[in-house]
């Protein structure tokens, strides 16, 4: 039996893996790949609520002919208490995959250690792997096979999309600055690994990141869990809204993406967010072919 493949980091794929991937991704979302999982089930564990993960891992594995089982908290034992081995050890007796989407990056690493099945991360604090698979397929759509070479600016706080973009630009090689207030950095470990392999850039100056950029991207300030920092944060961000005169800055041909969802006249204005530069439909479009693509490769 094939040894079981996980995926949780875009770094858990080599260079060619992720490039297969996105081909894929884009034969799927063109109907030229009508591959199948016809029979298989995948489970799909949210202790963080979702609109996009969960539609379009439901209706992905729809589609594939396969079909998708929803635990909660409350629908499932592991929100009364039952550890993450004996989880593990059980769905994996019922199911082809499991994906989850959680708050500890821990939780999921210790599901992938247990469970006899692939595991998907679906969003942790630390990454959120599979948007980062959807916002490339996006690029590739718009840039062709050149996505590569294109420089992405990320506006905003270090989160676990900061950090997936650093892992993306470990792989595949393309330019990537990162404008962060001080005290918001990125996981320094990914940022220093990153660094070492392609051009990136860590500033102070949402200018400076900004310049002549391909993609323009950023995300709320204040993540689920960060409620009570909330006020601090909106302090501390004020000077790193994405607005017309900063998209402006970047190239011509730019594009904007955002994961979702989003405060308009917060960390982005509406004027951008819903104007001719911007891709952000597309982009959550492609969390359901970049997700069929990544459990296609997993599960199949």
Known sequence: MAKKRDFLAISDFSRDD???????????????DRAQLTGKTLAMIFRKSSTRTRVSFQVGMSQLGGHAIFLSDSDSQIGRGESVHDTAKVLSRYVDG???RTFAHAEVEE??????????????????????IADLQTMAEEFGREH??????????????????????????????????????????????????????????RSEAVQGADVVTTDVWASMGQEE???????????????????????????????????????VTAGVIDGPQSRIFDEAENRLHAQKAIMLELMA
């Open 229 to 267: 920092e909330e006020a601090e944060r909106m302090e501390a961000f004020e000077t790193f809204l994405v607005d017309e005169s900063l998209m402006g800055q970047a190239a011509p041909s730019a594009i904007f993406l955002h994961c979702l969802p989003a405060h308009r006249g917060e960390e």
């Open 111 to 132: 599901f992938a250690r247990h469970a006899s099945v692939p595991v998907i991360n679906g969003l942790t604090d630390l990454l959120h792997p599979c948007q980062i």
């Open 148 to 205: 590569a070479a294109r420089t992405v600016a990320w506006i905003g706080d270090g989160n676990n999309m900061a950090n997936s973009w650093l892992n993306a630009a470990y792989r595949l090689g393309f330019s990537l600055r990162l404008a962060c207030p001080e005290g918001y950095d990125p996981e320094p470990e990914l940022l220093a690994r990153a660094q070492c392999e392609a051009d990136v850039v860590l500033t102070r100056d």
């Open 18 to 32: 992720l490039t297969q991937l996105l081909e894929r991704a884009c034969s799927l979302k063109s109907g030229v």
């Open 98 to 100: 499991i994906m989850i």
